[in-house]
């Protein structure tokens, strides 16, 4: 098992442009999430999914988009990069209390 | 709303025992947790502990939950260089509701 996949590893975009960040898990879990990791701000929630067909806001999700695509992926586009966003992206699934995480997408937006 | 409170940064010497410690402030919270994320890499399980528990022991690490304080702490015996990174503390109400992470404390271990 592959566990938790993310592309790409890396990003750089110019302020404005769109991308799409990539999660696929081959675990079957029912909930998936995807967060944000800034210095000094630890892990913050931008979307969740606790089923196929359904996805939920978190803490942080103005402008960012999810599309729970099936059971396995569940995406994230940036529709107009900001420089706000420059992060690291991580994408989890959860099966009961434990999430797993993917390794994260570095993404730079200047 | 919910917070969960860690130290940012906590050295010590290779074969002593690290302490780190996490608040929280939800006294709902039933499941505490406690992550560790290696340099380049995601965040994984170490251990966790269910509020109905005092303590939890698994090999090296020993979880605390003071309840009453709403203080949880990790205790790493006999700590290793391989144990130099960031570890979060978590907390959730249940096991299938989202997390609320700390900021994470920087472990460094220094020979």
């Known amino acids: 098992n592959a566990g938790v996949t993310q592309t790409p590893k890396f990003q750089v975009l110019k302020t404005g442009q769109s991308m799409t960040l990539q999660c696929a898990q081959d675990?079957?879990?029912?909930?998936m999430y995807w967060y944000r990791q800034d210095p000094g701000m630890g892990l913050r929630l931008i979307y969740y999914s606790a089923s196929e067909g359904t996805t939920d806001k978190g803490e942080v999700p103005n402008g960012y988009n999810v599309s729970r695509l099936n059971k396995r992926e569940f995406s994230l586009r940036l529709e107009s990069a900001a420089p706000s966003q420059t992060s690291v992206y991580f994408c989890?699934?959860?099966?009961?209390?434990?999430?797993?995480f993917g390794p994260g997408t570095r993404l730079t937006v200047t | 709303g919910e917070d969960v409170e860690q130290s940012l940064f906590l050295s010590v010497r290779e074969g002593d025992s690290s302490v780190i410690n996490c608040t929280y402030t939800d006294s709902s919270s039933t499941y505490l947790y406690w992550y560790k994320q290696e340099p380049g890499a995601g965040l994984q399980l170490l251990t966790y502990i269910f509020s109905n528990m005092d303590m939890k022991q698994d090999q090296r690490l020993t979880v605390l939950l003071n309840k009453k304080d709403k203080h949880l702490s990790l205790r790493i015996a006999d700590t290793q260089t391989g144990d130099s990174a960031i570890y979060f503390c978590?907390?959730?109400?249940?096991?299938?509701?989202?997390?609320?992470f700390g900021k994470g404390t920087m472990l460094l271990v220094s020979p």
């Open positions: 989890a699934s959860r099966h009961s209390y434990e999430q797993y």
């Open positions: 978590a907390e959730s109400y249940s096991g299938y509701s989202t997390l609320t």
């Open positions: 675990m079957n879990h029912n909930s």
